[in-house]
């Protein structure tokens, strides 16, 4: 086959999906920091890190550099047989490891392509303990008293389940090109590659540092738990009354008192100043944390736009939680239709 003199061989098949690898690389670090600001992939970050780190320097440096370390040694010492097991059974191309969770049901049958899932178990292992050490925090500081265990619970498997898909997106593919590179001693596009990788991955972290107002999935789900469990009270209450009367409560349900606090802030800011929206939003958010968690308070936006004064907080394109008032009617909002179209587009409702 032609080489390029770095020892890569340049087939057709191998030039194409060296190819394809350099666009991935291109594209894929830059995904991770702003993946990881909404959704849980740190320990898949973290394992990816470390095959990486592995799959560079080969086994033998990382045993050494392992072995010594009480308990954890153990563990990350067995990451060194990706290298092994990849320089007896080449990396396959890349598009297989993009598409890899379709092929799930049959590579669990075959005795190589199951080898390879199972060593990347330390990648999904650092994942589970991230997930647990990070979700009984998370538990203990976030979700209790007023949440129970079943909804955590439910919340962190949802985590561990897109971790795991991160690791067959993003970790298979860039340790596979870094292995495939090293093995086949092309150094000079290995460097490339790990040039592009961290320039990719660099412009990730300056965009995620843009994103001030992106609401982590845990944050989302215990939003959208507190918010549920808040409208439940209004509606046990108004069954419970005689007259079943929404009025009486809701001015003393714990959710509306803190969302409409949170507006009467806003608005009273904002008389004063009509330029003040940061201002007015923040008090906002004041109030709104006398009910939700400081970080739940702080995905709420402000809308005051139209002759509405609304506070919502929008899950991508899934769900929004909002409350509005018009002043000059001096009335709640509940329904979208009585909001005006440029507020609903902004709600995506």
Known sequence: ???????????????????????????????????????????TLVGASIATVVALIGGDRWHAAVDRIPVLGRVLGGMSKLGD??????????????????????????????????????????????????????????????????????????????????MFALVMPIVTTVVMLRIRGATKTLFAVLAIIALSAAIGVVAAHSMKDAVQFSTWQRLRYRTREGIGELQRCIAASPTHDMAPCAKQNRVLLALTRGIDAAISTLAGDHNAFDIAQDRAREHIAEFYKPDEAK????????????????????????????????KLLLHAAELPPQARKVLGI
């Open 1 to 43: 086959m032609p080489q390029d003199g770095t020892g890569y061989d340049f087939g057709v098949g191998r030039t194409i999906d060296l190819v394809l690898r350099f666009i991935y690389v291109m594209i894929a670090p830059m995904l991770l920091a702003p993946l990881a600001a909404v959704l849980p992939i740190t320990g």
């Open 85 to 166: 097991f990849y320089r007896e059974h080449p990396p396959k191309p890349l598009v297989f490891y993009i598409v890899y969770p379709l092929f799930l049901p049959v590579i669990l049958f075959r005795q190589v392509p199951r080898r390879e899932l199972t060593l990347y178990r330390k990648v999904n292992a650092i994942a589970l303990v991230v997930i647990v050490i990070g979700g009984a925090w998370d538990f203990f500081r976030h979700w209790q008293p007023e949440l129970g265990f079943g909804p955590f619970f439910g919340s962190m498997i949802g985590g561990f389940v897109i971790q795991f898909f991160a």
């Open 299 to 330: 995905a709420f936006k402000l809308y005051a736009e139209d002759g509405v004064v609304i506070l919502y907080v929008r899950h991508r394109a899934r769900e929004t939680i909002w409350l509005g008032f018009s002043p000059s009617a001096h």
